[in-house]
């Protein structure tokens, strides 16, 4: 206790001697902090945006679309087309335990749409009320999504994915309001809520539309599914649930079992977690440069540091002479070295909080790079390595210089002028 | 020799004792032997000065008695406690208890003011706050530099700055004052001040041990030990 009180003492007396030393090496500390908490943070940011754009499609879903058999089965010869048909949909719900959704989505292409005088062609989607949760189609407020009384009574009721609803609607609200569809009259009941989505087959949602699978039977007749979309209750036994999935439809459509590529699928599971290690090697990569900026600052620390000690080579030798020990000698040192990197460490929060916070301001609407860039985030876990980061650098940076102090021999300091 | 060996009689009053002390240097390629067996025995209340060339030992010598470096062989009582295998930190007690350093050039550091530096090794010796401000005080006027105390020794003449030093050298009371040539840097009537005042601190009973160049200070005290090449030639 006694010894920490006199360190602490001497501390206190020998940091203010060196203030214009100490603004340096704290600003070059503070520097690599920036560096280092921005390029994380940026990291972090484009990480976070990139998997809420990975689950902008839904989360957990995997597509599956109905090819060809390619092994022979049973007498049966490779080569056949398969075909979904709605009513696999309730088939897999029932016959897969594992899933907690699976609906059957009919799709057509180039379909008028018009509202007043405007008209536009794009995709439309005939599907069941449980797609809304499943393909994540959250409704901008005001509106809704199908409900399962639209279905049953095959209501002529329109989704609209957004752009699809500005290109018609202008920035007029279209909820409730009445347009055609092949030149039927449908009310819009809902409009797609703005969201980041990397993933799609046949075109982004934001550019369709969805309507009743039953309304689409009626108005559009269709035999065949376009695909499938399934969910597993839980996303790790996604890989069960498809080769289930396959022996269900083996059954059925008289298949190999082991065909698998007679059903194609796209398991998004699989490949969120190949993105999630692809991401997190980008922000270590960040980090790693980072890091190496706050070393350089690191080593700014224990360059002084080392000069400090040479040049108060005598005046240790005294202390020495005086009594002192030498953990009173080494301990000012390691706490001066430490308080520059802290120091310097919060000061480069504080900037990098600066900037982030001015970096909100900046508008990313529209501009795809700066949607997935624009949006750095200082999480606790950025800070937490940052900090780690800085409290290794700071060690060092004392520990060198401290342990050269306390090798001095002060018998030899002190013979000699 | 014969007349060093004669000494070697322990005695219940001595502070040092030291008996066959060696120390080499030996730097991988040069042997230096400074100190070839030394018997030395310094009484509480002596004043000793030690004599001798450049190079004969001198100040190898005072940096063992003073605990700054410990001997090759031999072995070094200091009242009554053998110091030979003590570690740093038991010696820095010693150095910061024991004994009192006055250099040649002074040491002071220059950064701080008198009282800071009188202060410094009440501070390694753990003094509460009050008591050290007292004690610092106490002793600057002692040296005759009350009026200095918040001077830095940058603002202070030779002789004041040597005053200073002896003032931290009392600082924690020791037993020994130990100086180095403490009169080499300052003028005649500097150095007299100086020595006037260890007289004054030797009849208060202090033992001192004062090494030098210095004819007429090596006079003042009441024994002269002269060391040559690594040993003592000399004790009258």
Redesign the interface.
Known sequence: MRGANVVFNLFLSSSRLQKKRAVLTIASIAWGSVSLLLLLAFGQGLRDQLTVANRGMGDGIAVLWASETTKNWQGLPAGRSLHFLPEDSQLLRERVPLLDGAIGEFVTWGTNFTYGKKTVNAQLIGTEAAYGALRNHVPVPGGRFLNTEDINLRRRVVFLGGELAHDLFGNADPVGKQMLINAIPYTVVGVLEKRLQMGTYGGPDKNHAVIPITTFQAQIGRKYLANLVIRAADPKMMKTALEEMRKVFAAKYGFDPEDERAIRNWDTVAGQKVMRNILLGIQGFLGIIGGLTLMIGGVGVANIMYATVKERTREIGVKMALGARPAWITGPLVLEGFAYTVLGGLLGLLFSMAIIIGLGFIPTEGNEALEFLGKPTLSPAVGAIAAGILGVIGLLAAYFPARRAASIDPAQTLRYE | MSVTLERARPQVTDVIAMSRITKVYDTGKIRVEALKGVDLRISAGEFVAIVGPSGSGK?TLM?LV?C??TPSAGTYLLRNKEVAGLD??EL??????RVG?V???F???P??TAF?NVE??L????VARKERKERVHALLAKVGLADRMEHRPTELSGGQMQRVAVA?ALA?NPDIVLADEPTGNLDTSSGGDVMSLFEELWKQGRTMIVITHDAALARRAGRVIEIRDGVIVSDK
């Open positions: 100040s940096n003073g700054l470096d740093k930190n820095a007690k010693i150095r910061n208890e350093f250099f040649q050039n040491n002071l550091l950064q701080i800071e410094m090794p501070l390694f010796g753990g931290r924690m």
